[in-house]
Protein backbone atom coordinates (compact mmCIF):
# COMPACT_ATOMS: atom_id res chain seq x y z
CA UNK A 1 0.00 0.00 0.00
CA UNK A 2 1.43 3.68 -1.04
CA UNK A 3 1.54 5.92 2.07
CA UNK A 4 1.01 9.07 -0.35
CA UNK A 5 0.03 12.02 1.34
CA UNK A 6 -3.98 13.24 1.45
CA UNK A 7 -4.28 17.16 -0.27
CA UNK A 8 -3.29 19.89 2.22
CA UNK A 9 -1.92 23.21 1.81
CA UNK A 10 1.04 24.16 -0.54
CA UNK A 11 4.50 23.14 1.54
CA UNK A 12 2.71 20.45 3.56
CA UNK A 13 2.73 16.62 3.65
CA UNK A 14 -0.43 14.59 5.16
CA UNK A 15 -0.25 10.91 5.98
CA UNK A 16 -3.87 9.65 4.36
CA UNK A 17 -5.93 8.08 6.89
CA UNK A 18 -5.74 4.57 5.98
CA UNK A 19 -2.40 4.72 6.69
CA UNK A 20 -3.91 4.37 10.68
CA UNK A 21 -5.94 1.69 9.56
CA UNK A 22 -2.88 -0.40 7.71
CA UNK A 23 -0.65 -3.19 9.21
CA UNK A 24 2.16 -0.46 8.85
CA UNK A 25 0.54 1.50 12.52
CA UNK A 26 -2.00 -1.55 13.74
CA UNK A 27 0.29 -4.00 14.48
CA UNK A 28 3.03 -1.34 16.16
CA UNK A 29 -0.14 0.54 18.42
CA UNK A 30 -1.09 -2.93 18.92
CA UNK A 31 2.10 -3.80 21.15
CA UNK A 32 2.19 0.04 22.73
CA UNK A 33 -0.83 -0.76 23.70
CA UNK A 34 -0.10 -4.42 25.30
CA UNK A 35 3.00 -3.17 26.54
CA UNK A 36 1.90 -0.48 28.52
CA UNK A 37 -0.98 -3.17 29.97
CA UNK A 38 1.62 -5.40 30.98
CA UNK A 39 3.96 -3.07 32.45
CA UNK A 40 1.01 -1.47 34.53
CA UNK A 41 0.00 -4.69 35.74
CA UNK A 42 3.88 -5.98 36.83
CA UNK A 43 3.71 -2.30 38.62
CA UNK A 44 0.81 -3.38 40.60
CA UNK A 45 2.28 -6.71 41.28
CA UNK A 46 4.84 -5.28 42.86
CA UNK A 47 3.58 -2.67 44.63
CA UNK A 48 0.44 -3.80 45.62
CA UNK A 49 -0.91 0.10 45.72
CA UNK A 50 -4.09 1.56 47.37
CA UNK A 51 -4.82 4.18 44.89
CA UNK A 52 -3.96 2.19 41.24
CA UNK A 53 -5.27 5.21 39.58
CA UNK A 54 -2.09 7.46 40.90
CA UNK A 55 0.10 4.27 39.83
CA UNK A 56 -1.20 3.78 36.03
CA UNK A 57 -0.97 7.96 35.50
CA UNK A 58 2.79 7.40 36.55
CA UNK A 59 2.75 4.33 34.32
CA UNK A 60 0.93 6.49 31.37
CA UNK A 61 4.08 9.38 31.88
CA UNK A 62 6.71 7.07 32.39
CA UNK A 63 6.25 5.57 28.96
CA UNK A 64 5.76 8.57 26.87
CA UNK A 65 1.68 8.47 26.15
CA UNK A 66 1.57 11.85 27.23
CA UNK A 67 2.48 12.91 23.53
CA UNK A 68 0.31 10.48 21.93
CA UNK A 69 -2.24 13.62 20.99
CA UNK A 70 0.99 15.32 19.33
CA UNK A 71 1.55 13.09 16.43
CA UNK A 72 -1.51 13.90 14.49
CA UNK A 73 -2.77 17.21 13.14
CA UNK A 74 -4.82 17.21 10.03
CA UNK A 75 -8.33 16.96 11.00
CA UNK A 76 -8.96 13.60 8.58
CA UNK A 77 -6.07 11.69 9.15
CA UNK A 78 -6.60 12.96 13.31
CA UNK A 79 -9.76 11.18 13.44
CA UNK A 80 -8.75 7.86 12.15
CA UNK A 81 -5.91 7.56 14.52
CA UNK A 82 -8.38 8.73 17.36
CA UNK A 83 -10.76 5.58 15.98
CA UNK A 84 -8.07 2.84 15.66
CA UNK A 85 -6.74 3.70 19.28
CA UNK A 86 -9.66 3.92 21.07
CA UNK A 87 -10.46 0.53 19.39
CA UNK A 88 -7.23 -0.84 20.53
CA UNK A 89 -7.89 -0.09 23.99
CA UNK A 90 -11.65 -1.69 24.08
CA UNK A 91 -10.61 -4.78 22.58
CA UNK A 92 -8.86 -5.65 25.90
CA UNK A 93 -11.68 -5.39 27.64
CA UNK A 94 -13.46 -8.02 26.58
CA UNK A 95 -14.48 -11.13 28.49
CA UNK A 96 -11.78 -13.38 27.54
CA UNK A 97 -9.07 -11.29 28.52
CA UNK A 98 -8.12 -11.37 32.79
CA UNK A 99 -9.72 -9.13 34.79
CA UNK A 100 -6.83 -6.96 35.84
CA UNK A 101 -5.88 -6.42 31.89
CA UNK A 102 -9.47 -5.10 31.32
CA UNK A 103 -9.51 -2.64 34.16
CA UNK A 104 -6.07 -1.75 33.03
CA UNK A 105 -7.02 -0.91 29.19
CA UNK A 106 -10.06 0.69 30.60
CA UNK A 107 -7.71 3.35 32.95
CA UNK A 108 -6.03 3.51 29.27
CA UNK A 109 -8.92 4.57 27.37
CA UNK A 110 -10.41 6.99 30.18
CA UNK A 111 -6.57 8.58 30.03
CA UNK A 112 -6.51 8.86 26.38
CA UNK A 113 -9.93 10.43 25.63
CA UNK A 114 -9.96 12.86 28.67
CA UNK A 115 -6.32 14.11 27.63
CA UNK A 116 -7.19 15.01 23.63
CA UNK A 117 -6.39 18.77 23.36
CA UNK A 118 -9.68 21.08 24.20
CA UNK A 119 -7.88 24.30 23.73
CA UNK A 120 -5.03 24.55 21.29
CA UNK A 121 -3.73 26.79 18.29
CA UNK A 122 -4.98 25.48 16.06
CA UNK A 123 -7.46 23.65 17.46
CA UNK A 124 -7.40 19.76 17.00
CA UNK A 125 -10.01 17.37 16.03
CA UNK A 126 -11.18 15.27 18.87
CA UNK A 127 -13.68 12.82 19.68
CA UNK A 128 -16.73 13.44 21.65
CA UNK A 129 -18.05 9.51 21.71
CA UNK A 130 -16.28 6.20 21.86
CA UNK A 131 -17.64 3.17 19.78
CA UNK A 132 -18.58 0.17 20.98
CA UNK A 133 -20.63 -2.75 20.46
CA UNK A 134 -23.83 -3.69 22.31
CA UNK A 135 -22.28 -6.95 24.20
CA UNK A 136 -18.85 -5.58 24.74
CA UNK A 137 -20.89 -2.40 26.29
CA UNK A 138 -22.66 -4.48 28.77
CA UNK A 139 -19.13 -6.84 29.53
CA UNK A 140 -17.36 -3.43 30.24
CA UNK A 141 -20.35 -2.48 32.76
CA UNK A 142 -20.49 -5.49 34.64
CA UNK A 143 -16.46 -5.27 34.87
CA UNK A 144 -16.33 -3.96 38.78
CA UNK A 145 -18.41 -7.50 39.53
CA UNK A 146 -15.48 -9.28 38.29
CA UNK A 147 -12.90 -7.20 40.71
CA UNK A 148 -14.13 -9.24 43.83
CA UNK A 149 -10.95 -10.64 45.17
CA UNK A 150 -8.71 -9.23 47.78
CA UNK A 151 -6.21 -8.49 45.26
CA UNK A 152 -8.36 -6.86 42.86
CA UNK A 153 -10.37 -5.04 44.82
CA UNK A 154 -8.21 -1.60 45.16
CA UNK A 155 -9.27 -1.03 41.89
CA UNK A 156 -12.98 -1.23 41.97
CA UNK A 157 -13.97 1.76 43.13
CA UNK A 158 -11.90 3.59 40.49
CA UNK A 159 -13.38 1.48 37.64
CA UNK A 160 -17.29 2.39 39.09
CA UNK A 161 -15.89 5.67 39.60
CA UNK A 162 -14.60 5.66 35.86
CA UNK A 163 -17.59 3.98 34.46
CA UNK A 164 -19.97 6.95 35.93
CA UNK A 165 -17.93 9.55 33.66
CA UNK A 166 -18.46 7.38 30.64
CA UNK A 167 -21.83 6.39 30.74
CA UNK A 168 -22.58 9.42 28.60
CA UNK A 169 -19.67 8.87 25.83
CA UNK A 170 -20.38 5.14 24.84
CA UNK A 171 -22.21 5.10 21.10
CA UNK A 172 -23.77 1.73 21.39
CA UNK A 173 -23.88 -0.15 18.34
CA UNK A 174 -24.96 -3.78 16.93
CA UNK A 175 -23.85 -6.80 18.52
CA UNK A 176 -20.34 -7.83 17.87
CA UNK A 177 -21.29 -10.85 15.54
CA UNK A 178 -22.83 -8.49 12.82
CA UNK A 179 -19.24 -6.41 12.86
CA UNK A 180 -20.89 -3.63 13.12
CA UNK A 181 -17.48 -1.37 13.51
CA UNK A 182 -15.57 0.24 10.25
CA UNK A 183 -13.15 -1.29 9.32
CA UNK A 184 -14.39 -4.52 9.78
CA UNK A 185 -11.28 -5.57 11.06
CA UNK A 186 -8.24 -4.47 12.11
CA UNK A 187 -5.48 -4.19 10.53
CA UNK A 188 -7.84 -3.54 7.17
CA UNK A 189 -4.59 -3.15 4.75
CA UNK A 190 -1.89 -5.38 4.89
CA UNK A 191 1.28 -3.79 4.36
CA UNK A 192 4.17 -6.10 2.48
CA UNK A 193 7.65 -4.84 1.77
CA UNK A 194 9.95 -6.60 -0.72
CA UNK A 195 13.36 -6.49 0.72
CA UNK A 196 14.19 -8.28 -2.52
CA UNK A 197 14.38 -5.26 -4.92
CA UNK A 198 16.33 -1.85 -4.81
CA UNK A 199 14.37 -0.03 -7.08
CA UNK A 200 10.66 0.11 -9.04
CA UNK A 201 10.08 -2.22 -11.56
CA UNK A 202 11.97 -5.77 -12.17
CA UNK A 203 15.43 -5.69 -13.44
CA UNK A 204 15.79 -6.68 -17.06
CA UNK A 205 17.36 -9.28 -18.64
CA UNK A 206 20.40 -7.63 -19.03
CA UNK A 207 21.22 -6.42 -15.60
CA UNK A 208 20.22 -11.10 -14.72
CA UNK A 209 23.09 -11.51 -17.02
CA UNK A 210 25.71 -8.81 -15.89
CA UNK A 211 25.43 -9.54 -12.37
CA UNK A 212 25.89 -13.26 -13.04
CA UNK A 213 28.95 -13.05 -14.81
CA UNK A 214 30.28 -10.38 -11.82
CA UNK A 215 29.52 -12.85 -9.55
CA UNK A 216 31.34 -15.81 -11.12
CA UNK A 217 34.27 -13.58 -11.80
CA UNK A 218 34.33 -12.84 -8.00
CA UNK A 219 34.05 -16.79 -7.67
CA UNK A 220 36.97 -17.88 -9.78
CA UNK A 221 38.89 -14.83 -7.80
CA UNK A 222 38.16 -16.46 -4.83
CA UNK A 223 38.60 -19.77 -5.79
CA UNK A 224 42.38 -18.54 -7.27
CA UNK A 225 42.90 -16.63 -4.05
CA UNK A 226 42.42 -19.68 -1.53
CA UNK A 227 43.64 -22.79 -3.59
CA UNK A 228 46.15 -25.02 -2.34
CA UNK A 229 49.03 -27.23 -3.55
CA UNK A 230 50.22 -30.79 -2.01
CA UNK A 231 51.92 -33.40 -2.62
CA UNK A 232 50.85 -36.77 -3.31
CA UNK A 233 52.63 -39.72 -1.25
CA UNK A 234 53.59 -42.27 -3.96
CA UNK A 235 53.13 -46.08 -3.51
CA UNK A 236 53.89 -49.58 -5.42
CA UNK A 237 50.38 -50.43 -5.57
CA UNK A 238 48.74 -50.58 -8.71
CA UNK A 239 46.92 -47.34 -9.56
CA UNK A 240 48.65 -45.42 -6.59
CA UNK A 241 49.90 -41.77 -7.83
CA UNK A 242 52.71 -39.27 -6.39
CA UNK A 243 53.14 -35.90 -8.02
CA UNK A 244 51.58 -32.76 -6.89
CA UNK A 245 48.14 -31.49 -6.72
CA UNK A 246 46.09 -28.17 -6.38
CA UNK A 247 42.96 -28.37 -4.79
CA UNK A 248 40.63 -25.84 -2.97
CA UNK A 249 41.53 -25.14 1.03
CA UNK A 250 38.44 -26.64 2.09
CA UNK A 251 39.28 -30.01 0.21
CA UNK A 252 42.73 -30.28 0.77
CA UNK A 253 42.19 -30.36 4.39
CA UNK A 254 40.03 -32.25 6.98
CA UNK A 255 37.32 -31.10 8.56
CA UNK A 256 39.49 -30.86 11.86
CA UNK A 257 36.85 -28.42 14.00
CA UNK A 258 33.70 -30.13 12.64
CA UNK A 259 34.53 -33.76 13.43
CA UNK A 260 35.70 -32.64 16.89
CA UNK A 261 32.51 -30.42 17.23
CA UNK A 262 30.21 -33.77 16.22
CA UNK A 263 32.18 -35.86 18.21
CA UNK A 264 31.26 -33.23 21.13
CA UNK A 265 27.93 -33.00 20.75
CA UNK A 266 27.83 -37.39 20.61
CA UNK A 267 29.43 -37.43 23.72
CA UNK A 268 27.10 -34.91 25.48
CA UNK A 269 24.25 -37.15 23.86
CA UNK A 270 25.64 -40.63 25.65
CA UNK A 271 25.62 -38.59 28.43
CA UNK A 272 22.32 -37.49 28.71
CA UNK A 273 20.95 -40.79 27.56
CA UNK A 274 23.34 -42.50 30.55
CA UNK A 275 21.97 -40.65 33.31
CA UNK A 276 18.60 -41.82 32.42
CA UNK A 277 19.00 -45.28 33.89
CA UNK A 278 17.87 -48.04 31.59
CA UNK A 279 15.44 -46.26 29.93
CA UNK A 280 17.94 -44.40 27.70
CA UNK A 281 20.19 -47.54 27.28
CA UNK A 282 16.71 -49.43 26.18
CA UNK A 283 15.92 -46.21 23.36
CA UNK A 284 19.66 -46.34 22.40
CA UNK A 285 19.43 -50.32 22.18
CA UNK A 286 16.07 -50.41 20.17
CA UNK A 287 17.56 -47.49 17.64
CA UNK A 288 20.05 -49.28 17.05
CA UNK A 289 18.11 -52.24 15.64
CA UNK A 290 15.43 -50.11 14.32
CA UNK A 291 18.75 -48.91 11.82
CA UNK A 292 20.02 -52.38 11.19
CA UNK A 293 16.41 -53.64 10.32
CA UNK A 294 16.26 -51.21 7.56
CA UNK A 295 19.53 -51.89 6.32
CA UNK A 296 18.73 -55.52 6.23
CA UNK A 297 15.37 -54.76 4.45
CA UNK A 298 17.62 -52.51 1.98
CA UNK A 299 20.30 -55.25 1.07
CA UNK A 300 17.19 -57.89 0.83
CA UNK A 301 15.65 -55.68 -1.86
CA UNK A 302 19.20 -55.00 -3.67
CA UNK A 303 19.63 -58.54 -3.96
CA UNK A 304 16.13 -59.26 -6.03
CA UNK A 305 17.29 -56.89 -8.52
CA UNK A 306 20.75 -58.01 -8.54
CA UNK A 307 22.84 -55.43 -6.76
CA UNK A 308 25.17 -55.18 -4.51
CA UNK A 309 25.17 -52.97 -1.69
CA UNK A 310 28.14 -51.70 0.79
CA UNK A 311 30.83 -54.13 -0.14
CA UNK A 312 33.50 -51.82 -1.78
CA UNK A 313 35.54 -51.32 0.99
CA UNK A 314 34.80 -55.43 2.19
CA UNK A 315 34.44 -55.43 5.97
CA UNK A 316 35.05 -51.86 6.73
CA UNK A 317 31.47 -51.18 4.91
CA UNK A 318 27.91 -52.78 4.41
CA UNK A 319 25.38 -54.30 6.23
CA UNK A 320 28.17 -56.68 8.13
CA UNK A 321 29.69 -53.92 9.88
CA UNK A 322 26.48 -52.27 11.14
CA UNK A 323 25.01 -55.66 12.38
CA UNK A 324 28.66 -55.48 14.50
CA UNK A 325 28.50 -52.35 15.55
CA UNK A 326 24.95 -52.89 16.84
CA UNK A 327 26.40 -56.22 18.47
CA UNK A 328 29.18 -54.13 20.51
CA UNK A 329 26.82 -51.86 22.46
CA UNK A 330 27.00 -52.67 25.81
CA UNK A 331 30.27 -54.49 25.67
CA UNK A 332 32.99 -53.00 27.95
CA UNK A 333 35.60 -54.50 25.56
CA UNK A 334 34.55 -53.25 22.40
CA UNK A 335 34.44 -49.80 20.62
CA UNK A 336 30.86 -49.58 20.22
CA UNK A 337 30.20 -50.23 23.89
CA UNK A 338 28.44 -46.80 24.51
CA UNK A 339 27.00 -46.00 21.55
CA UNK A 340 26.97 -48.79 19.13
CA UNK A 341 26.36 -47.49 15.44
CA UNK A 342 26.65 -43.81 17.18
CA UNK A 343 30.29 -44.90 17.11
CA UNK A 344 31.14 -45.99 13.53
CA UNK A 345 33.32 -43.47 13.32
CA UNK A 346 35.39 -44.54 15.97
CA UNK A 347 36.07 -48.06 14.90
CA UNK A 348 32.72 -50.16 15.86
CA UNK A 349 32.25 -53.02 14.22
CA UNK A 350 35.20 -53.55 12.31
CA UNK A 351 37.40 -57.06 12.96
Known amino acids: MAVAPSSASRGQIIVQPSYFTSSAFVDDAREDVASLIQ??????????????????????????????????????????????????????????????????????????????????????????????????????????????????????????????????????????RVHPLNPRDLPRELVVEDMTMTKKGRPSKREKKKKAKDSLVALNKWLVRTKQSYELAGGSGAGEQSGTMTSHVLLSQRPVTTRAHYRWCKSELLDELSSEDD???AALRRVNEIVARRMRKMDEAAAARGLEVGCEGGDRTGLGRVERAVGELGDAARVGERGGLLCLMDGAGLI
Not at 47 to 69: C, E, N, Y
Not at 76 to 86: G, Q, T
Open 39 to 176: YYIDQYEHARPMQPFILFKDVWVSQGWTWIHFKVFDARSREAFLRVVMRLFTERMTEANDPLCRVTALFGLYTFFNTQPSVSVPKLHSFAHVEVACDLYDAIMHLPNTLDTEYLAPLRPHAIYILSELAGVFHILPHS
Open 279 to 281: VGA
